[in-house]
């Protein structure tokens, strides 16, 4: 059995330093971007093609997705979107929950379906940013 020297201890504090910080200042610039309730939209694809774009509002509207990989339904209230129902065989997707603010998701593999929240009026929203260093 290895003994971890001191160069091993320093170099994997250093490794969890540099990813703290990434994502600190991630955690940080991301919580700035302002919005105001009403103007954020969810962007629905399936297979990676945009199957429609919806407007958040605190209407309530359900939204019916059936492809040939699946059946999905999506609930739109209180400014925010929710699965409601899945025929995947594991319904992960439901306990994703209601999402309400930009770049967060809701994700169901066997159905091929991405919902994503963003904001049309941010600068902060650019699809060619980077997203990570590896």
Known sequence: MQIMKRGDFIMILAVLLAAGTIYGYKWVSNSKEQYSQGELKARITVNGELYQTVQLTKKEQLIDIRTRYGHNTLKVYDYGIQMIYSDAP??????????????????????????????????MDDDDALDAVI
């Open 90 to 123: 594991l319904t992960i997707a439901l306990d994703m929950g209601f999402i309400s603010r930009p770049k967060q998701q809701i994700i169901c593999i066997p159905a091929r379906l991405l919902v994503e929240i963003f904001n049309p009026d941010s600068s």
